[in-house]
Antibody, heavy 119, light 106 residues
């Protein structure tokens, strides 16, 4: 059974970088053909897809965040990471990591981690 | 970007009712449509993929239909545990987008 777990600071100051890591267990991040994804949800609002990194290492980002975003993978640790630069209060949300297959349906999710942007 | 519009935004129904939630895409997306259920404080759970395929382990009272730009999620006989927010999501081509959600109260 694949499990995902987000980790990282719960509080980030405005203009700084939000950094989160997703640890995958129950399967190798480098096997199969999957999109390892980040999705966020502001309090009381809907879901916003942030971007993904494919098993091959290629990435695709939401155009609304492009330019501030990096997603990387560390196969030795079975982890993938999110870096979002120059954050503002609008980036405050619960951040989820998730796995998607080739048809981009998200079948496994982390429990989510709340990140608050505030001074 | 492909925009996804769900209706209604919220609804209230009774145990045993048949409930339908609709989702419309801003362009044709073939059958590239998934449905999720989210309960408060929890991550979304995939219910239906490719418009009408039920994920293993999901109760058979859930069903999905549609293709092109118009889709529906139907719960044939509502149960108390179905109280949740439901989201559609297109998987046609990145960027992936979700509907705004439908809050179902029982």
């Amino acid at each position: 059974q694949v499990q995902l777990q987000e980790s990282g600071p719960g509080l980030v100051k405005p203009s700084q970088t939000l950094s989160l890591t997703c640890t995958v267990s129950g399967g190798s991040i480098s096997s199969g053909t999957y999109y390892w994804s980040w999705i966020r949800q502001p309090a009381g609002k809907g879901l916003e897809w942030i971007g993904h990194i494919y098993t091959s290492g290629s990435t695709y980002f939401n155009p609304s965040l492009k330019g501030r975003l990096t997603i990387s993978v560390d196969t030795s640790k079975n982890q993938f990471s999110l870096n979002l630069r120059s954050v503002t209060a609008a980036d405050t949300a619960v951040y989820y990591c998730a796995r998607a297959g080739l048809t981009h349906n998200f079948d496994y999710w982390g429990q989510g981690t709340l990140v608050t942007v505030s001074s | 970007d492909i925009q996804m519009t769900q209706s209604p935004s919220s609804l209230s129904a009774s145990v045993g009712d048949r409930v339908t939630i609709t989702c419309r895409a801003s362009q044709s997306i073939s059958s590239s449509l998934n449905w999720y259920q989210q309960k408060p404080g929890k991550a979304p759970k995939l219910l239906i993929y490719a418009a009408s395929s039920l994920l293993s382990g999901v109760p058979s009272r859930f069903s999905g239909s549609g293709s092109g730009a118009d889709f529906a999620l139907t719960i044939s006989s509502l149960q108390p545990e179905d109280c949740a927010t439901y989201y559609c999501q297109h998987s046609y081509t990145p960027p992936i987008t979700f509907g705004q959600g439908t809050r179902l109260e029982i």
